[in-house]
């Protein structure tokens, strides 16, 4: 018994023991050094497009690496480890540890909702590991500290955006509100076009919530349609917006829907159909405009995936080339530094400091020219960037204008 106690002791201790190694090789799956960099999001879920469209932009990301660079930064290969977070903040949590300590990730791309960042944010801060989120729009996201960054604009601009649209643009006095409560993203939002709006002389004549996972809108559009508003601003993700838009229009409202990036999905009009002929939103891009950097991405996109990028996709793009570019820059600079991004020194001082100089590198993004726009971080590192409004007619999402920051 005594002796094999002490045996199993002794095999527990031999398996730790490799498992340090295998940490120390940074989970390296060739055995070489490389650069891994983590990706959480919603591959499954009410959102999964949000996932999908995240995991094809880097992709594509790391196709053209390959094409160009041979597939390193530097001399280190470049390894891509995705996570599927269910659309669920505790699990985005939880997969983002699991990135950091068991993976040894060097840098993290996600997450998309803003929820879900912020509730991944505090781990990759924590552990000194640079986090850029493609398109988390809530502000307090990169709140969370100085290793927390964004490749778009934020809310209180596309709060705005979307209040002066429906008053300049459409001429609207009056509007009503559905938000998510269970959203950041969408609260938020509903109280940035609040404000812009009423500051643009409108009234907000109702206010109803749902939360992501209802199925059953009747009661709050029945709300709404008494009020009598000349739109219908729903600041949420693209499931439930098609439903309600369906759900609107069996109830006879008239009024059109207006909503944010959270729209932004092919899956939006499959759900939503023809009664979403008329609503606006606004967005990071618009694939009709006929800017050469843009049309090139949806031309490889297309030949990769056989089907059009939506933003997300675009700008987790941008995202991994941000990544890519800053490390290959720490390389030519500084290659001792550079060398602690490499797995072989995952969890070591030298990797701390590597991390905390690809911050640095991170955080001086100026005038890089993304897919998405030009993308240059300010002090607290979201990107100024303008919005596009889509309009959607026939079935189509089609480019209606720009609004500046
Ligand atoms: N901006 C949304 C959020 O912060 C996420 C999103 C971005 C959704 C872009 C679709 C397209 O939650």
């Given at each position: 018994?005594?002796?094999?106690?002490?045996?199993?002791?002794?095999?527990?201790?031999?398996?730790?023991?490799?498992?340090?190694?295998?940490?120390?090789?940074?989970?390296?799956?060739?055995?070489?050094a490389?650069?891994?960099?983590?990706?959480?999001?919603?591959?499954?879920g009410?959102?999964?497009?949000?996932?999908?469209?995240?995991?094809?932009?880097?992709?594509?990301?790391?196709?053209?690496?390959?094409?160009?660079?041979?597939?390193?930064?530097?001399d280190?290969?470049?390894?891509?480890?995705?996570?599927?977070?269910?659309?669920?903040?505790e699990?985005?949590?939880?997969?983002?540890?699991?990135?950091?300590?068991?993976?040894?990730?060097?840098?993290?791309?996600?997450?998309?909702?803003?929820?879900?960042?912020?509730?991944?944010?505090?781990?990759?801060?924590?552990a000194?590991?640079p986090?850029?989120?493609?398109?988390?729009?809530n502000?307090?996201?990169t709140?969370?500290?100085?290793?927390?960054?964004?490749?778009?604009?934020?809310?209180?601009?596309?709060?705005?955006?979307?209040?002066k649209?429906?008053?300049?643009?459409?001429?609207?006095?009056?509007?009503a509100?559905?938000?998510?409560?269970?959203?950041?993203?969408?609260?938020g939002?509903?109280?940035?076009?609040?404000?812009?709006?009423?500051?643009?002389?409108?009234?907000?004549?109702a206010?109803?919530?749902?939360?992501?996972?209802d199925?059953?809108?009747?009661g709050?559009?029945?709300?709404?349609?008494?009020?009598?508003?000349?739109?219908?601003?729903?600041?949420?993700?693209?499931?439930?917006?098609?439903?309600?838009?369906?759900?609107?229009?069996?109830?006879?409202?008239?009024?059109?829907?207006?909503?944010?990036?959270?729209?932004?999905?092919d899956?939006?009009?499959?759900?939503?159909?023809?009664?979403?002929?008329?609503?606006?939103?606004?967005?990071h891009?618009a694939?009709?405009?006929?800017?050469?950097?843009?049309?090139?991405?949806?031309?490889?996109?297309?030949?990769?995936?056989?089907?059009?990028?939506?933003?997300?996709?675009?700008?987790?793009?941008?995202a991994?080339?941000?990544?890519?570019?800053?490390?290959?820059?720490?390389?030519?600079?500084?290659?001792?530094?550079f060398?602690?991004?490499?797995?072989?020194?995952?969890?070591?001082p030298?990797?701390?400091a590597?991390?905390?100089?690809?911050?640095?590198?991170?955080?001086?993004?100026?005038?890089?020219a993304?897919?998405?726009?030009?993308?240059?971080?300010?002090?607290?590192?979201?990107a100024?960037?303008?919005?596009?409004?889509?309009?959607?007619?026939?079935?189509k999402?089609?480019?209606?204008?720009?609004?500046?920051?």
């Open positions: 018994m005594k002796l094999r106690t002490s045996l199993v002791l002794g095999l527990l201790a031999i398996a730790a023991f490799s498992a340090g190694c295998g940490g120390a090789g940074g989970g390296s799956k060739s055995g070489k490389e650069f891994v960099i983590g990706e959480y999001g919603s591959l499954t009410s959102d999964a497009t949000f996932g999908q469209s995240t995991k094809m932009g880097v992709e594509l990301a790391m196709q053209e690496l390959t094409a160009n660079k041979g597939g390193k930064v530097g280190l290969d470049v390894r891509a480890v995705v996570e599927d977070d269910q659309g669920k903040p699990e985005a949590a939880t997969v983002v540890q699991k990135l950091i300590n068991q993976d040894q990730v060097a840098a993290v791309i996600g997450e998309v909702a803003s929820s879900r960042s912020l509730a991944a944010a505090p781990i990759c801060q924590g000194g590991v986090m850029v989120s493609p398109s988390s729009t502000p307090k996201v709140e969370v500290g100085d290793y927390i960054f964004r490749m778009c604009f934020i809310d209180p601009f596309q709060g705005t955006v979307m209040a649209f429906a008053a300049t643009n459409l001429n609207l006095k009056k509007v509100i559905l938000k998510d409560v269970k959203s950041d993203y969408s609260v939002l509903a109280q940035y076009f609040t404000e812009a709006f009423k500051a643009a002389g409108g009234s907000i004549v206010e109803a919530a749902y939360s992501a996972g199925q059953d809108f009747s709050q559009l029945t709300k709404i349609k008494a009020a009598n508003p000349e739109a219908i601003f729903v600041p949420g993700y693209y499931t439930e917006v098609g439903l309600i838009a369906r759900t609107a229009k069996q109830l006879g409202i008239n009024a059109p829907l207006l909503g944010g990036d959270g729209w932004e999905s899956q939006l009009i499959q759900i939503g159909g023809d009664a979403l002929n008329g609503a606006y939103y606004s967005n891009f694939v009709d405009n006929p800017e050469p950097r843009l049309q090139d991405f949806l031309k490889k996109f297309k030949a990769k995936f056989q089907k059009d990028p939506d933003a997300i996709a675009g700008l987790a793009y941008d991994a080339n941000v990544i890519f570019d800053c490390a290959q820059k720490l390389h030519d600079t500084d290659p001792t530094t060398a602690g991004l490499s797995s072989a020194k995952a969890g070591t030298e990797r701390k590597a991390c905390a100089k690809l911050r640095d590198l991170i955080s001086q993004t100026k005038d890089y993304g897919v998405t726009g030009v993308i240059t971080l300010d002090a607290k590192r979201n100024s960037k303008p919005a596009v409004v889509l309009e959607i007619k026939g079935g999402k089609v480019y209606n204008t720009t609004i500046n920051p």
